[in-house]
């Protein structure tokens, strides 16, 4: 009898134990591939499941009703629920969101060298984009840029210049002085600091995420990141086989495709990705602004072992775009906002005197090397090859202008022609286009060892070497009806296309430049090490850097007096930084965070010589070392539902040297375009932010507000100098102005943003961002300061009127039989909002009206 009761009750409980079936597939939201390994839980139990190679699950379950959880490394946390019919469930595809914090599962190989903030414990002012984020809204008919435009402290301007004319601004710095790293290597220009988005266009395409790391930030490499450090990390070889195929559509006949393939990981430790895109457009948004260009990767990975991973990857982004400068707002009055002054027709076609052509490829060599539990070597050998430049107009010849002021090539043609001398131009009576070539050559090797112990402490030491040599002149691409153009003493009748891919191999040698040759070589060679102390509630930190950087410039234009030609003598210049900091946290959700550092910089190229184009004559007295001093601390609550940072900075950046450009209109028919140059500057910059995010359990929704509250000003007086561009005459060469109180200009010191987003049915999610821009100044012209002066008041530059921006966008995920697909639309400036967004001394720069772009993706 007893036998038997047993035996009942197990059977019972086995009934119980199995009630049915539930089945399913697990795919990422961002791009539809399979979650293969993803781990399935029946909630409240310990019943669980993993899901197979193509992201498909079955689970056995003990009721006939309940939900289950899915979780999976770097996607946030979902719960389904489930109903048994007939014993069984079919859930269908369930996807998983990307987790905007989880950066780290997005690195593959090369980790050690990334520095991203999560790398050190204690906190810094950060925010992260994901590659979700990336592909939902930067990609297409709209700058890579502006995937960093909803985070405290970040101004994305000028997209009405031309595809991949933005500029950006962090904490009131410009690119020369925010730190731009691509999966943790300096992408900064070597010469100036300047980032030429155009280059990186292909960004949007490869990026698995960006963090934008505000102020002092977590890079330990010794470089410039006055406003901060944004960390662009890369696909590379994804180790899951798939792809995928898009097509996206915009305004202004815009189109753009896009094909990807990885094989994925092999037995045998191997992988490849490949990624190839084409785009085009009739114009940005302002007329006779056409581009065009191609995005390619290839990477191949290696593991041969649970110790080596080796991982080569090359990308480029071979473009071209016609430009649009500034012009006054009576201009624009009177000739429409999408006016261009750089554009015009010939012979019935769209031409254009300002056309940017560039072909940077980039390529490393990755390799980490696990040598025991406590101490992992990672290294990274790079390089970049840069062929191309910009155009402009060449000679004297007046700018003939149409009836709608429209530059008329036809007439500038027929006055070439008729002034020349048997088709022979010259300086004085002609007007053709030139090119202003940029080429460089760039290797650089970084690597960075990392030791853990067991005591709490951490420890990490390193190298950094480069090496660049620039080469620059300028040669005529279009003679404009003319045979030849004469040009001390030579006549020149070669011309050369202004494409990249022509670029790479077809440029003039030596005897058919003009203007000015030279070359110069930069070497840098840096050491750095960082120190960390962390429990579970304390942590501390220091980090410091030392580097060395020569400057050699050499004369080789053979035109010039014979005694010019030669190598200038080389400058060294030594810099270092220091950082450290450290953290409290109160619970396991509160903490707070304080830093401080403190940089000597090197100054740039150009502050090293006198006139850089012209001369190997050195500055003298040498340039100082720029000395910033950085000041911040914040608070951090996080649990799975909220998400609250606070920051306050201070940063004091002394001994700056500024360079600017304008023009002197006197003589309207004959303006004289100019470049002021500051050697001792000072700003000061601090502020608030907050960045606040809310996600309910498992909710199929979301909102965030962020914001900044600045003041940004000039201190002291600085020495400045006047050089006519043309002539290469200084006009000014002992000026000096007092800058206190002064406002600085260019990004709106005021700017707050909200955004979310809301699954409206399944596979259907609508999201959508409000920014407010206010405290936006224009640009600082020294002789008004100077008259300010005399008039005993301080001044200060023009306020530009604040505006607001609302960008929409939807995204749907659907299954064609087997087929995963993604359409995904976006409308940027819904209101279609007219504003100034940026202002220099030559006008202003409009910003961009309302914009659309859509796309249909199909995942394999």
Same mark, same amino acid.
């Given at each position: 009898?007893?036998?038997?009761?047993?035996?009942?009750?197990?059977?019972?409980?086995?009934?119980?134990?199995?009630?049915?079936?539930?089945?399913?597939?697990?795919?990422?939201?961002?791009?539809?591939?399979?979650?293969?390994?993803?781990?399935?839980?029946?909630?409240?139990?310990?019943?669980?499941?993993?899901?197979?190679?193509?992201?498909?699950?079955?689970?056995?379950?003990?009721?006939?009703?309940?939900?289950?959880?899915?979780?999976?490394?770097?996607?946030?946390?979902?719960?389904?629920?489930?109903?048994?019919?007939?014993?069984?469930?079919?859930?269908?595809?369930?996807?998983?969101?990307?987790?905007?914090?989880?950066?780290?599962?997005?690195?593959?190989?090369?980790?050690?060298?990334?520095?991203?903030?999560?790398?050190?414990?204690?906190?810094?002012?950060?925010?992260?984009?994901?590659?979700?984020?990336?592909?939902?809204?930067?990609?297409?008919?709209?700058?890579?840029?502006?995937?960093?435009?909803?985070?405290?402290?970040?101004?994305?301007?000028?997209?009405?210049?031309?595809?991949?004319?933005?500029?950006?601004?962090?904490?009131?710095?410009?690119?020369?002085?925010?730190?731009?790293?691509?999966?943790?290597?300096?992408?900064?220009?070597?010469?100036?600091?300047?980032?030429?988005?155009?280059?990186?266009?292909?960004?949007?395409?490869?990026?698995?995420?960006?963090?934008?790391?505000?102020?002092?930030?977590?890079?330990?490499?010794?470089?410039?990141?006055?406003?901060?450090?944004?960390?662009?990390?890369?696909?590379?070889?994804?180790?899951?086989?798939?792809?995928?195929?898009?097509?996206?559509?915009?305004?202004?006949?815009?189109?753009?495709?896009?094909?990807?393939?990885?094989?994925?990981?092999?037995?045998?430790?191997?992988?490849?990705?490949?990624?190839?895109?084409?785009?085009?457009?009739?114009?940005?948004?302002?007329?006779?602004?056409?581009?065009?260009?191609?995005?390619?990767?290839?990477?191949?990975?290696?593991?041969?072992?649970?110790?080596?991973?080796?991982?080569?990857?090359?990308?480029?982004?071979?473009?071209?775009?016609?430009?649009?400068?500034?012009?006054?707002?009576?201009?624009?009055?009177?000739?429409?906002?999408?006016?261009?002054?750089?554009?015009?027709?010939?012979?019935?076609?769209?031409?254009?005197?300002?056309?940017?052509?560039?072909?940077?490829?980039?390529?490393?060599?990755?390799?980490?090397?696990?040598?025991?539990?406590?101490?992992?070597?990672?290294?990274?050998?790079?390089?970049?090859?840069?062929?191309?430049?910009?155009?402009?107009?060449?000679?004297?010849?007046?700018?003939?202008?149409?009836?709608?002021?429209?530059?008329?090539?036809?007439?500038?043609?027929?006055?070439?022609?008729?002034?020349?001398?048997?088709?022979?131009?010259?300086?004085?009576?002609?007007?053709?286009?030139?090119?202003?070539?940029?080429?460089?050559?760039?290797?650089?090797?970084?690597?960075?060892?990392?030791?853990?112990?067991?005591?709490?402490?951490?420890?990490?030491?390193?190298?950094?070497?480069?090496?660049?040599?620039?080469?620059?002149?300028?040669?005529?691409?279009?003679?404009?009806?003319?045979?030849?153009?004469?040009?001390?003493?030579?006549?020149?009748?070669?011309?050369?296309?202004?494409?990249?891919?022509?670029?790479?191999?077809?440029?003039?040698?030596?005897?058919?430049?003009?203007?000015?040759?030279?070359?110069?070589?930069?070497?840098?060679?840096?050491?750095?090490?960082?120190?960390?102390?962390?429990?579970?509630?304390?942590?501390?930190?220091?980090?410091?850097?030392?580097?060395?950087?020569?400057?050699?410039?050499?004369?080789?234009?053979?035109? $010039?007096?014979?005694?010019? /030609?030669? =190598?200038? &003598?080389?400058? @060294?210049? #030594?810099?270092?930084? %220091?950082? *450290? !900091?450290?953290?409290?946290?109160?619970?396991?959700?509160?903490?707070?965070?304080?830093?401080?550092?403190?940089?000597?910089?090197?100054?740039?190229?150009?502050?090293?010589?006198?006139?850089? $184009?012209?001369?190997?004559? /050195?500055? =003298?007295? &040498?340039?100082? @070392?720029? #000395?910033?001093?950085? %000041?911040? *601390? !914040?608070?951090?609550?996080?649990?799975?539902?909220?998400?609250?940072?606070?920051?306050?900075?201070?940063?004091?950046?002394?001994?700056?040297?500024?360079?600017?450009?304008?023009?002197?209109?006197?003589?309207?028919?004959?303006?004289?375009?100019?470049?002021?140059?500051?050697?001792?500057?000072?700003?000061?910059?601090? !502020?608030?932010?907050?960045?606040?995010?809310?996600?309910?359990?498992?909710?199929?929704?979301?909102?965030?507000?962020?914001?900044?509250?600045?003041?940004?000003?000039?201190?002291?007086?600085?020495?400045?100098?006047?050089?006519?561009?043309?002539?290469?005459?200084?006009?000014?060469?002992?000026?000096?102005?007092?800058?206190?109180?002064?406002?600085?200009?260019?990004?709106?010191?005021?700017?707050?943003?909200?955004?979310?987003?809301?699954?409206?049915?399944?596979?259907?999610?609508?999201?959508?961002?409000?920014?407010?821009?206010?405290?936006?100044?224009?640009?600082?012209?020294?002789?008004?300061?100077?008259?300010?002066?005399?008039?005993?008041?301080?001044?200060?530059?023009?306020?530009?009127?604040?505006?607001?921006?609302?960008?929409?966008?939807?995204?749907?995920?659907?299954?064609?039989?087997?087929?995963?697909?993604?359409?995904?639309?976006?409308?940027?400036?819904?209101?279609?909002?007219?504003?100034?967004?940026?202002?220099?001394?030559?006008?202003?720069?409009?910003?961009?009206?309302?914009?659309?772009?859509?796309?249909?993706?199909?995942?394999?």
């Amino acid at each position: 009898m007893k036998k038997q009761l047993l035996f009942i009750f197990l059977f019972i409980c086995s009934l119980g134990f199995s009630q049915g079936v539930v089945t399913g597939k697990i795919l990422g939201s961002n791009s539809n591939d399979p979650l293969s390994g993803a781990n399935i839980l029946q909630t409240g139990t310990s019943n669980g499941a993993i899901a197979d190679f193509d992201g498909n699950f079955t689970l056995n379950v003990n009721a006939n009703s309940g939900s289950i959880e899915i979780s999976y490394l770097g996607f946030v946390k979902t719960k389904a629920t489930f109903t048994l019919a007939n014993g069984a469930a079919n859930l269908g595809t369930i996807s998983l969101a990307a987790d905007e914090d989880a950066l780290d599962e997005v690195v593959i190989i090369g980790k050690g060298i990334i520095d991203l903030a999560s790398d050190r414990q204690t906190p810094v002012a950060v925010s992260t984009i994901s590659a979700a984020q990336i592909q939902a809204k930067a990609t297409g008919n709209v700058e890579f840029t502006e995937a960093m435009k909803n985070t405290p402290s970040v101004y994305v301007s000028n997209q009405a210049g031309g595809f991949g004319d933005s500029r950006i601004f962090l904490r009131g710095f410009d690119d020369t002085n925010t730190a731009f790293l691509l999966n943790g290597q300096p992408i900064n220009s070597v010469e100036d600091g300047r980032m030429f988005w155009s280059n990186w266009a292909g960004m949007s395409d490869v990026a698995n995420a960006i963090q934008v790391q505000r102020g002092l930030g977590s890079s330990k490499l010794a470089i410039s990141s006055v406003g901060g450090t944004v960390n662009i990390v890369s696909k590379t070889t994804d180790q899951n086989e798939g792809g995928f195929v898009r097509f996206l559509g915009g305004n202004d006949s815009y189109f753009k495709g896009t094909a990807s393939y990885n094989s994925g990981l092999s037995d045998k430790g191997w992988a490849f990705s490949v990624l190839l895109d084409h785009w085009q457009g009739y114009r940005k948004w302002s007329e006779g602004t056409e581009g065009q260009g191609q995005n390619y990767l290839f990477s191949v990975g290696y593991k041969p072992s649970d110790k080596h991973a080796f991982n080569f990857l090359i990308t480029g982004a071979p473009q071209r775009h016609d430009q649009n400068f500034s012009n006054t707002l009576e201009t624009y009055a009177l000739r429409g906002e999408k006016y261009n002054s750089n554009s015009g027709f010939l012979n019935g076609e769209r031409q254009t005197e300002r056309r940017n052509y560039y072909h940077k490829p980039v390529a490393n060599l990755n390799w980490d090397y696990k040598i025991n539990d406590k101490l992992d070597l990672s290294s990274v050998l790079y390089t970049s090859w840069g062929r191309g430049g910009g155009t402009g107009p060449l000679g004297r010849g007046a700018a003939v202008r149409d009836e709608n002021g429209r530059i008329d090539f036809d007439q500038i043609v027929q006055n070439n022609i008729d002034n020349s001398d048997n088709g022979i131009g010259s300086n004085n009576t002609s007007r053709i286009i030139r090119s202003s070539v940029n080429n460089h050559d760039w290797y650089g090797l970084l690597s960075n060892l990392n030791i853990e112990t067991e005591t709490n402490w951490s420890f990490n030491v390193g190298f950094d070497a480069r090496t660049y040599t620039g080469s620059h002149w300028r040669q005529i691409s279009d003679l404009l009806g003319l045979d030849g153009f004469l040009d001390n003493g030579r006549v020149l009748t070669t011309t050369y296309k202004p494409d990249p891919w022509s670029a790479i191999s077809d440029f003039a040698d030596s005897k058919d430049r003009i203007a000015y040759d030279y070359t110069e070589t930069i070497n840098y060679v840096g050491g750095f090490g960082q120190i960390e102390y962390a429990t579970t509630k304390f942590s501390a930190f220091l980090q410091g850097a030392v580097s060395t950087q020569s400057f050699e410039r050499e004369e080789n234009f053979v035109v $010039r007096a014979p005694e010019l /030609l030669g =190598k200038s &003598d080389k400058v @060294n210049k #030594e810099g270092y930084n %220091i950082k *450290g !900091g450290t953290s409290y946290a109160f619970t396991e959700n509160h903490t707070i965070f304080a830093n401080a550092g403190f940089y000597s910089r090197q100054p740039y190229l150009d502050n090293i010589f006198v006139d850089i $184009r012209n001369s190997n004559e /050195l500055v =003298k007295p &040498d340039v100082d @070392n720029e #000395e910033i001093l950085g %000041i911040e *601390g !914040g608070y951090r609550f996080k649990n799975k539902n909220l998400k609250i940072n606070i920051d306050v900075y201070y940063t004091e950046w002394g001994n700056r040297f500024l360079s600017r450009g304008g023009q002197d209109n006197t003589d309207p028919d004959n303006p004289i375009i100019f470049t002021d140059r500051f050697t001792d500057i000072t700003q000061k910059h601090q !502020g608030f932010e907050y960045e606040i995010e809310y996600r309910p359990d498992f909710g199929n929704w979301k909102i965030r507000s962020y914001g900044s509250i600045g003041n940004w000003e000039f201190d002291g007086s600085t020495p400045f100098t006047r050089q006519n561009d043309e002539t290469s005459v200084f006009t000014i060469t002992d000026g000096n102005i007092d800058l206190t109180g002064t406002k600085i200009g260019n990004a709106p010191q005021t700017s707050f943003g909200f955004g979310g987003s809301v699954e409206i049915f399944k596979g259907f999610t609508f999201d959508a961002d409000y920014n407010i821009y206010a405290n936006l100044y224009g640009q600082v012209d020294p002789i008004d300061v100077i008259n300010a002066s005399e008039s005993g008041i301080v001044f200060q530059p023009e306020s530009l009127p604040s505006y607001t921006l609302a960008d929409i966008g939807v995204t749907y995920k659907f299954n064609f039989g087997d087929n995963r697909f993604v359409f995904r639309s976006n409308l940027y400036n819904a209101f279609n909002e007219s504003y100034i967004n940026q202002a220099d001394a030559f006008g202003v720069f409009l910003g961009v009206g309302r914009t659309y772009n859509a796309s249909l993706r199909y995942n394999f």
